[in-house]
């Protein structure tokens, strides 16, 4: 059983910078894709960004040219460094895994194993 555990939410204001993090258990990281979606209440969960295994990064259209995902194999850890935060940036964040498989990544029933999420509150 795959376990992720997401952190680094909070609030900030528009403009600020803010780094979220994924910590997963055993060796997640070496052998899943991984991703970034985010879900506001009363809508459907929003694909961010996709950290393939073998293919090169993948970024939602609203987050494009500001956020960028990295992860750290040797810590377990996946990161989505955020820039110039808006408003619209603020729903709760959530880390997924999958198992196997090529594109498309952008499709979160296709994920695994997800997180519990952490919020991200961004002021105007």
């Known amino acids: 059983q795959v376990q992720l555990a997401e952190s680094g939410g909070g609030l900030v204001q528009a403009g600020d910078s803010l780094r979220l993090a994924c910590a997963a258990s055993?060796?997640?990281?070496?052998?899943?894709?991984m991703a970034w979606f985010r879900q506001a209440a009363g809508k459907e969960r929003e694909f961010v960004a996709a950290l393939p295994l073998t293919e090169a990064p993948d970024y939602g259209d609203s987050v494009k040219g500001r956020f960028t995902i990295s992860r750290v194999n040797a810590k377990n850890t996946l990161y989505l460094q955020m820039e110039s935060l808006k408003p619209e940036d603020t729903p709760v964040y959530f880390c997924a895994a999958m198992r196997s498989g090529g594109p498309p990544y952008r499709i979160s029933a296709r994920y695994d194993y997800w997180g519990q999420g952490t919020q991200v509150t961004v002021s105007s």
């Open positions: 055993v060796r997640t990281l070496s052998m899943y894709n």
